[in-house]
């Protein structure tokens, strides 16, 4: 199975702050990357799938990047609704997908 | 609007079994791959199980195999989780998630969960 390891797990940053997240695979998924925001309490939401395509409706703040092993999700200009945990899933292996560890963004 | 709504959740013993439910709603359930997705308190996202379109395939995760199964009725647009032998460890979240059918697979839609707690 591919492992998917996020760094960092946790972030702070301030709001207008420029944000990057990384996602690594333990071997290549090619683009199948995807990214997906949780708010507390609440169901995860996609963000970006492809690695860099942005899904209808979210924010032009967030981006994705990579191919191979190593992707970021960036968020440009930190806004107080962006408090959540991120988390990237590969695709590559579909259906035997996975998720990585997620990752805590405060302000 | 596109929705899942899952249900069928509770309090359950320690090698007893229970079944999840996610009604569908807003789009045509039967075009869709389907997956049971779960998270463990204060945990990360783990795949559960997945069916095809036409019910015709499954997949598991290992944590699954042969105590889990995935079924659907698409006349009904409805998916199911059968979980038998249930342990601790299976306490979660149990979220259905619809695969975008997508030359890139990405779970565009989620239910809000139902909570499974074994204890006894």
């Known amino acids: 199975d591919i492992q998917m390891t996020q760094s960092p797990s946790s972030l702070s940053g301030s709001v207008g702050d420029r944000v990057t997240i990384t996602c690594r695979a333990s071997q290549t998924v090619s683009t199948f990357l995807n990214w997906y925001q949780q708010k507390p309490g609440k169901a995860p939401k996609l963000l970006i799938y492809g690695a860099s395509r942005l899904q209808s409706g979210v924010p032009s703040r967030f981006s994705g990047s990579g191919s191979g092993t190593d992707f970021t999700l960036t968020i440009n200009s930190l806004q107080p609704e962006d408090i959540a945990t991120y988390y990237c899933q590969q695709s590559y292996t579909t259906p035997r997908l996975s998720f990585g560890g997620g990752t805590k963004v405060e302000i | ?120």
């Not at chain 2, 929705?3 to 996610?22: A, D, F, H, I, Y």
């Not at chain 2, 038998?84 to 975008?100: E, F, K, M, P, V």
Request: overall charge negative; glycine content about 10%; hydrophobic content about 35%.
């Open chain 2, 1 to 120: 609007q596109e929705q899942l709504v899952e249900s069928g959740g509770g309090v359950v013993q320690p090698g007893r079994s229970l079944r999840l439910s996610c009604r569908a709603s807003g789009f045509t359930f039967s075009y869709y791959a389907i997956y049971w997705v779960r998270q463990a308190p204060g945990k990360g996202l783990e795949w559960v199980a997945v069916i095809s379109a036409d019910g015709s395939r499954t997949h598991y995760a290992d944590s699954a195999k042969g105590r889990f199964t995935i079924s659907r009725d698409n006349s009904m647009d409805t998916l199911y989780l059968e979980m038998r032998s249930l342990g601790h460890d299976d306490t979660a979240i149990y979220y259905c998630a619809r695969d975008n059918g997508a030359p890139d697979p990405a779970f565009d839609s989620w239910g809000q969960g139902t909570l499974v707690t074994v204890s006894s």
